[in-house]
C-alpha cells in the first residue's frame, strides 16, 4: 500500500510515517518511481508505534522495543529491552515529581497573592 493509505488506515499523518521511516521505526520498500510501498505489517507496526508512544517511550525506545512487540503491542522479553523501559520509568517519574514541585510552588504562589490581594481589598475599603 502507498504512504496515503497507509496514513488513512492508521490515522497517522503522512508527515508522521515519513518521521517514523527517518527515525528507523518502519522501513518501506521504494517502488521504481520513487513512491513508498508498505506491505501489510506496516499497519500493525503503526499501532503499536503509537501504543508505544503514548507509553512515554521515546522513539530511541521504541526503536530497539518495537522487534520485540506482538500485535497487540505487549512486549516479549529482549535482550536490553527491560532496561531501556525500566530506565525511561525512572526518567518519567523524575518528571513527574519535578511537575508534583512546580504545581506546589504554584499552588503557593496563588494563594499568597490571593491572600495579599484579600489584604489590600480590606485595607482601601473594598474598592
Given at each position: 500500500m502507498l504512504i496515503g493509505e497507509l496514513a488513512e488506515r492508521t490515522g497517522a499523518s503522512e508527515r508522521l510515517l515519513r518521521y517514523y521511516e527517518r527515525a528507523g521505526l518502519l522501513r518501506p520498500e521504494r517502488l521504481?518511481?520513487?513512491?513508498?510501498?508498505?506491505?501489510?505489517?506496516?499497519?500493525?507496526?503503526?499501532l503499536r508505534i503509537r501504543a508505544l508512544l503514548a507509553a512515554g517511550l521515546p522513539t530511541r525506545v521504541i526503536r530497539q522495543v518495537l522487534p520485540c512487540t506482538d500485535a497487540e503491542a505487549a512486549v516479549r522479553p529482549c535482550p536490553g529491552v527491560l532496561d531501556a523501559m525500566r530506565a525511561q520509568l525512572h526518567t518519567l517519574d523524575e518528571q513527574s515529581a519535578e511537575i508534583d514541585a512546580a504545581r506546589d510552588v504554584l499552588r503557593q504562589t496563588i494563594a499568597t497573592a490571593e491572600t495579599a490581594h484579600v489584604a489590600q481589598v480590606s485595607a482601601t475599603g473594598g474598592a
Open positions: 521504481p518511481n520513487g513512491y513508498r510501498t508498505y506491505d501489510e505489517s506496516a499497519y500493525d507496526a503503526v
